[in-house]
C-alpha cells in the first residue's frame, strides 16, 4: 500500500499529466492538425527538416504526444518530444522576442522535461503495463519458461 506522500504525489502528476496534456493538445495541437495542408508550405523549418515535415514533427508532439500523457502512455517519451519541441520554440522559433512571448513554450517545455525525470506516476497506464508485465515475468519464473517446467 503507498504512503499518504506517494499517493499525494501520484495524484500531482496525474493533475499535470491531464492539465497540461488537455491544454497542449487543444488549444495548440488540434488547430495545427486540423489546418495543416493550409500551413504546412510556410511553416518554419529551423532544423532543416522541410516545411511539411517540421509540422508533422509539431502536431505530434503537441496533439499526440499531449494526448499520450493525459493517458499515462508512454510518458517519459512524450515527454521529451514535448520538451525538445517547446525547446526549439523556445530558444530558435521565438528568438530575440520577449520572454512574455514565451511563456506558454517555456511552461510546456518546464512540464515535458519534469515528466520525464518524475515520470507519470502511479495513475497512470505506464504502470498498468509495467505492473502486468511484472505479473507475467513473474509467474514465468527466472529461467523465462512458464513456472513448474
Same mark, same amino acid.
Given at each position: 500500500?503507498?504512503?499518504?506522500?506517494?499517493?499525494?504525489?501520484?495524484?500531482?502528476?496525474?493533475?499535470?499529466?491531464?492539465?497540461? +496534456?488537455?491544454?497542449?493538445?487543444?488549444?495548440? +495541437?488540434?488547430?495545427?492538425?486540423?489546418?495543416?495542408?493550409?500551413?504546412?508550405?510556410?511553416?518554419?523549418?529551423?532544423?532543416?527538416?522541410?516545411?511539411?515535415?517540421?509540422?508533422?514533427?509539431?502536431?505530434?508532439?503537441?496533439?499526440?504526444?499531449?494526448?499520450?500523457?493525459?493517458?499515462?502512455?508512454?510518458?517519459?517519451?512524450?515527454?521529451?518530444?514535448?520538451?525538445?519541441?517547446? +525547446?526549439?520554440?523556445?530558444?530558435?522559433?521565438?528568438? +530575440?522576442?520577449?520572454?512574455?512571448?514565451?511563456?506558454?513554450?517555456?511552461?510546456?517545455?518546464?512540464?515535458?522535461? /519534469?515528466?520525464?525525470?518524475?515520470?507519470? /506516476?502511479?495513475?497512470?497506464?505506464?504502470?498498468?503495463?509495467?505492473?502486468?508485465?511484472?505479473?507475467?515475468?513473474?509467474?514465468?519464473?527466472?529461467?523465462?519458461?512458464?513456472?513448474?517446467?
Amino acid at each position: 500500500m503507498a504512503s499518504k506522500k506517494e499517493a499525494f504525489g501520484d495524484l500531482g502528476l496525474l493533475i499535470l499529466r491531464i492539465g497540461a +496534456g488537455l491544454q497542449l493538445a487543444f488549444l495548440h +495541437g488540434l488547430d495545427k492538425l486540423r489546418h495543416f495542408s493550409e500551413r504546412a508550405p510556410t511553416w518554419l523549418d529551423p532544423l532543416n527538416l522541410g516545411h511539411k515535415r517540421s509540422l508533422q514533427f509539431t502536431v505530434g508532439a503537441e496533439f499526440f504526444c499531449a494526448l499520450l500523457l493525459v493517458l499515462g502512455l508512454l510518458s517519459r517519451v512524450a515527454g521529451l518530444a514535448i520538451a525538445f519541441t517547446m +525547446g526549439v520554440a523556445t530558444f530558435m522559433i521565438h528568438k +530575440g522576442e520577449p520572454w512574455r512571448q514565451r511563456e506558454d513554450a517555456v511552461l510546456y517545455l518546464c512540464v515535458g522535461l /519534469g515528466l520525464v525525470l518524475l515520470g507519470p /506516476g502511479g495513475i497512470s497506464l505506464d504502470r498498468v503495463i509495467v505492473r502486468r508485465l511484472k505479473k507475467i515475468s513473474f509467474r514465468r519464473g527466472s529461467s523465462g519458461a512458464p513456472a513448474g517446467e
